[in-house]
């Protein structure tokens, strides 16, 4: 299927934009993913830029902007969103945990929907709560699929390595115990959508002491399943 408009500045604003989808990419990653001239990959980049829909990370990398997020909330259609509510209330109620979903957004993941657990020691996770990239089983999950290219640098400081995240895509979930902070331990597995990239993680997590010293083992089947109804809500009926 041909999916130009026929107004070729605007398929190629387009192009950047999508790259951007998979993470931070500098200017030659742009030009590598795109196919774009770098002097037009590099206008296109700084004019997105100015409208806010293209944004810089600390390291000078191109980001996705905050406008995209402040369009999907106006126009309610973030479809994560809105059928996160009875999937992680079903999620804590089959684990006895808290549920959280994750969405990367540059250098860090917010947390764009939680079911709290009702009672007892929890882990409590308030929608909007900006975490790091560089440590629990989400993060993990939202660096596992990145582009080869771009890990080398996005490891630099992380509380995980590539062999960590080499596992994490040979069994399709991750978890962690005491990673993002000591006592809490969580497992997540990718949220995909329909062309199969990855758009969020979705987890439980609580006290170590209660997920015990194999957290995949208790949990993953149940997150993996909420996951893959994740991805079904996500994908247009044929």
Request: charged share 20%; aromatic share 2%; glycine share 10%.
């Amino acid at each position: 299927m041909d999916k130009s408009s026929g107004v070729g500045v605007l398929d190629k604003a387009v192009l950047v934009l999508d790259a951007l989808e998979a993470g931070p990419a500098s200017l030659a990653q742009l030009v590598t993913t795109t196919g774009l001239a770098r002097p037009t990959a590099h206008r296109l980049a700084v004019a997105l830029e100015h409208h806010r829909l293209v944004g810089r990370d600390l390291q000078g990398r191109f980001v996705l902007g905050a406008r995209h997020a402040e369009l999907a909330a106006a126009a309610g259609e973030d479809r994560l969103v809105a059928v996160a509510g009875p999937l992680l209330t079903a999620l804590r109620d089959a684990t006895g945990e808290s549920a959280q979903l994750y969405r990367r957004h540059g250098e860090h993941r917010i947390c764009i929907a939680a079911a709290e657990r009702l009672h007892g020691l929890r882990d409590t996770v308030p929608v909007g709560s900006s975490m790091t990239m560089h440590a629990g089983s989400a993060a993990q999950v939202l660096l596992a699929w990145d582009d080869p290219g771009r890990l080398s640098v996005e490891l630099l400081g992380s509380r995980f390595d590539a062999a960590t995240l080499s596992g994490v895509r040979r069994r399709g979930w991750a978890h962690s115990s005491g990673e993002r902070e000591t006592g809490v331990a969580s497992v997540s597995a990718p949220v995909r959508g329909p062309s199969g990239r990855v758009l969020a993680a979705v987890s439980v997590s609580g006290p170590a002491e209660r997920f015990g010293r194999h957290p995949g083992r208790r949990h993953a089947d149940a997150v993996l399943a909420t996951a893959a109804a994740f991805t079904a809500a996500l994908t247009p009926a044929s």
